[in-house]
Structure formats: C-alpha cells, structure tokens
C-alpha cells in the first residue's frame, strides 16, 4: 500500500502504521485522516495481519493533533477535519491496535492513542490535551474514552486545567499499559503485538468488540451480534442441520442440533 502522509509495512502478523509528517508534528490533515482510515479497511479485509500498531515518525512526535489547512471554505461537512472517519476505523477494526508513542501525543494525538486499544510509550513520552486552551475540544472519544479510563474527576482537570503528563504519569492513571526506555520503545512494541497475536484472533475480535458494544448503541450491539455471535452460531450443529434440511426441501431432524 502506497500513501502520501503514512507509511505501511507489515512483520509477519503485525501490521504498522506510521504517521509521517515529523516535519509537522505527525500532525493528521484531512488526507492522513483519509490514508488512515482507508489503510485500516484494506487490513480488515486481510487475514495476514493479526495486530495493528499506530506510531509516529521521528523520535520526538507522536501526533500533537491536526491541522486544517487545505480544507474548503465552508461550515459543512467538507470544512471539517474528517477524525472521527479515522478513529471510527480503529474502533471497529476487528483486530487489536495497538499505539506506540515515541514522543508527544498532544490534543488529538493524545485521543488517537485513548482509541487504541493498548498504548505502549516511551519514558520521555508527554501527553497532553490542550484544546481549551486554543478554544478547541473533543466531546466524543476524547471525553468518554477518557473517563472510561481515568475517572470523571480525573478526565475533568485533564480537560479543563491542561496538565502535561509524563509517561509514568500516563500509566499510573491508567491512560497507557506500559513505559519503556526509550531505546528500547520499537523492541518492546514487536513483543507487545506478538504476544497479542498469539491469541486466538477471533477470540480477540469478540472480546473488542464487546468492549466497544457499551458505547456503540446499536451499531455495537450489531456488530456483536451479526458479526461475531452470529457467525459462531452459523457454525453450529443446529445450523448446519437446519441449512441441509431446507436445502433437501425435508423436515429438520431436531436431534441433530447438538445440546
């Protein structure tokens, strides 16, 4: 996969996304919210990648957020930085990402990561939510996921009072699963995601995707039903029976569907 703002490569089962405009901050414009969300639907539709991880280029930025230039002049839909198209695609993406931040995750970068579903770091690693103070905010992902993670009295003085953190900070309150020298950060990332994909991969989706049907509404709630509990059903013996039944224009034999 070629692209212009991320870079893709794959090792083995794990799969790594890398922001890369260092020169900007890792910052994501509308084509990096594109890229990556396009990245991710082409890994959903493979079976070679198990573990997807999320880093920045360099080793000073993550991702201090997003920039808006090129964007049209308008209050609709095309004048807004298109993020939730790509932490949506984290979200539902079957399989686990994880994110490796090698520096600053600021503003939005710091709720690129709270998608994620596990965040390594690097020990000098600085988190940060500083829209307020630029008149900005997430009351989406940033918010929830934050509470979820933190606390509400918590998540409330990082909104509002805009602290910098630093890694071992960030593990303490629970915001990151783990800090590492900085070193040794892209090691230690291989580890992480190969341990994760040892595990049984559609053991892995059920489980993310029960996590997320709390706050998915129905979309959630389907998505564990139809794409998950639904297909381990299709594979039953009740299933199977009733499949070759209605195909052979017979009755079913209930005492083929197993207890």
């Known amino acids: 996969m ?3 703002t991320i870079l893709y490569e794959e090792d083995g089962p794990i799969g790594t996304i890398t922001l890369n405009r260092p020169d900007d901050g890792n910052m994501f414009n509308v084509t990096m919210c594109h ?12 079976t070679r990648t198990r573990v997807v991880v999320i880093t920045g280029a360099g080793d000073k930025f993550f991702c201090i957020g997003g920039r808006k230039d090129g964007m049209e002049d308008t209050i609709l839909y095309a004048g807004t930085l298109p993020t939730l198209e790509m932490y949506d695609a984290i979200d539902k993406l079957q399989k686990p990402v994880i994110a ?12 690129l990561q709270m998608v994620c579903d596990m965040t390594i770091a690097k020990e000098s690693a ?6 307020p103070m630029m008149g900005s905010f997430d009351a989406g ?11 509400k009295k918590k998540a409330k003085e990082i909104w509002f009072n805009n602290p910098k953190m630093k890694a071992r900070d960030a593990l303490a309150l629970g915001l990151i699963n783990r800090v590492v020298p900085d070193d040794q950060l892209k090691q230690e990332t291989r580890t992480f995601a190969l341990e994760t994909a040892e595990r049984g991969p559609f053991a892995l989706a059920s489980v993310k995707a029960a ?4 706050h998915g509404g129905v979309s959630g709630l389907a998505r564990m039903a139809h794409d998950l509990l639904l297909r381990s059903y299709m594979e039953s013996d009740e299933s199977h029976e009733l499949s070759e039944a209605f195909g052979a224009k017979r009755k079913a034999n209930p005492a083929k569907f197993g207890k």
């Open 2 to 4: 070629s692209f212009e």
């Open 35 to 46: 890229e990556i969300r396009d990245c991710i639907e082409q890994i959903r539709r493979e």
């Open 100 to 111: 490796s931040v090698n520096g600053f995750a600021v503003g939005g970068g710091n709720v």
């Open 126 to 131: 600085v988190f940060r939510q500083v829209g």
């Open 141 to 151: 992902y940033g918010t929830w996921y934050l509470e979820d993670m933190v606390g």
């Open 211 to 214: 996590f997320n049907a709390r």
